[in-house]
């Protein structure tokens, strides 16, 4: 055992659980780092001996409890040192992972499991008629929609209040799918995040694991690697999604084929150079190649998906 860490602000006493109260009161010591802690009170009121701390903790004190604000940088470096950092009814991988999370891991637990809530009451028969009655398929415009306002407002540079609205849009995409599958015995909100939390432990072992990297493309070339053998993929182009803008899914396409041969830059570079295209003016010829389309009836979307198609195949023949 170690120094156990809980943090935990003044006003998130009622997030405290009740394995955490338990710890601390099981421990010979509980320090805080606010003197005007509500659940010093409690502890001390439940005959644990409490005090504030005048010195830096031991990480190695395993009779030791010690209640901080979430945001102390104390945190951080005593579960570096290897003291035990709880976070509430989450599930972290690891007290590093607490630490890090703690200045939001409670708040966003309550207002997520809130959301939650929201959600069931509208699909419900004691809640909304339009929400009750879409489904999958009536909902994905609006998830298209509400991400590409993500994309304005990123680009719009308006990064604060805006932004944090069309991301809770979004979400609120994730949140109704998952109330729709849970409805009908498929899946719900927890199985959404616990399978999205397990892939990225899986498919980040130079941080969870003992794999060691030297560059963000050898990252990048690890996770590749382990979601190929997760889904043991054969053609290297089967999971990217059809419904994809063309001009996206070419970039995606040339991307995957790279690493079966075909060099995009060289090809880029050749065909800019054949046409006399300078940087500034790839812009305008992909925006008049698609006037040319659309004065000889052709859309342009769908030709570049042919395309690409057609690439695909050449590549993989």
Sequence with gaps: MSLLVVPLGEHELPLLTLAEW???AARRCVLFERPG???LARLDAAGVRCGIFDDEPDPAASDTGLVADPASPRILELARLGAEVTSGTARPPDSLTAALGAPVGRRAEASLATLAFVMARLRSDDGCPWDLEQTHESLKVHAL??????IEAITAGTLGPELAEELGDLLLQVVFHARIAEQEGRFDLST???AIVAKLVRRHPHVFGDVSVSSAAEVVGNWEAIKRAEKERTDPFDDIPAALPALLAA??????AAALGFNPDEEAARRAAADGLEEGEVGDALFWVVAA???RGVDPETALLAAITRFRHSITA
């Design 22 to 24: 338990d710890a601390l």
């Design 37 to 39: 802690h509500p659940l």
């Design 145 to 150: 929609e509400e991400t590409y306002e993500v």
């Design 192 to 194: 959404v995040a616990e």
């Design 251 to 256: 970039a995606k396409i040339q991307k995957r």
């Design 293 to 295: 389309a659309r004065a």
